[in-house]
């Protein structure tokens, strides 16, 4: 989201609720929080807020990033521990999502090897 729009203080609150531990995202918990009425639709909300709330999801899993890479190094401390294998999992993904991710290359040579000209494309 590039430019910041005024949302109402109702939406503010909402987004507010939505990323707190009490609502921890759940989307109706948090409209309660915010003062929605019960019968307004949780999809008329979401799609008013749809760049905020990805924005506030992608900043949560940025202020978990280094719960995450401790988590890989714990692991490496202790190999055995129980769940080390969901840990590795789990922290894999938030990294990934946050940028930190594998980097992976491919090197391409051109040891003065044979060179291929294709034909021109025919025009049937």
Known sequence: MNEKRELTEKQNLFLEALMSEECRGNLRAAMNAAGYAKETSISSVVASLKDEINDKASMTLAMNAPKAAWSMVDVLNDPSAM?????????????????????????????GGAMFILPPKSED
């Open 83 to 111: 769940g080390a294998r969901n840990t590795v999992a789990a922290a894999r993904e938030v990294l990934d999502r946050t940028g930190l991710i594998k980097k992976e290359q491919v090197e391409v040579k051109n040891t």
